[in-house]
């Protein structure tokens, strides 16, 4: 394990919070829904190039627009147990280098 905090509290390998929270919401989305690789190898079912393997990796300024515009995680209530109505969004869309929203849409 690599802990990427720095001290400050503000930032994860120096980039800002919100920008971390982007990529961790896109990766609970795959990993709420997971099944065989997609449970072990979580990066590859939104990068299917197979370039991000990490957090670290994801972290790269060129891909803040592509996890800006991904689904949040959200609930609308808390449940007994996992109850799929209320579980908030459940797919992310793949990167695509060179590509535009409007190319998935």
């Not at 800002?16 to 997609?38: E, F, G, H, I, Y």
């Not at 449940?79 to 280098?97: F, K």
């Amino acid at each position: 394990m690599n802990n990427l905090a720095k001290v400050d509290g503000k930032s994860i390998v120096g980039r800002p919070l919100q920008q971390v929270r982007n990529r961790l919401d896109a990766l609970l989305l795959v990993m709420k829904d997971c099944k065989a690789t997609s449970c072990t190898l979580p990066w590859s079912s939104i990068h299917t190039d197979g370039k991000i393997t990490n957090l670290q990796q994801a972290l790269d300024t060129k891909y803040d627009a592509f996890y800006e515009i991904q689904p949040k995680v959200s609930f609308t209530k808390c449940e007994p147990g996992y109850i799929l109505a209320s579980e908030g969004p459940h797919e992310v869309v793949p990167y695509m280098e060179g590509t535009n929203w409007s190319d998935w849409t």
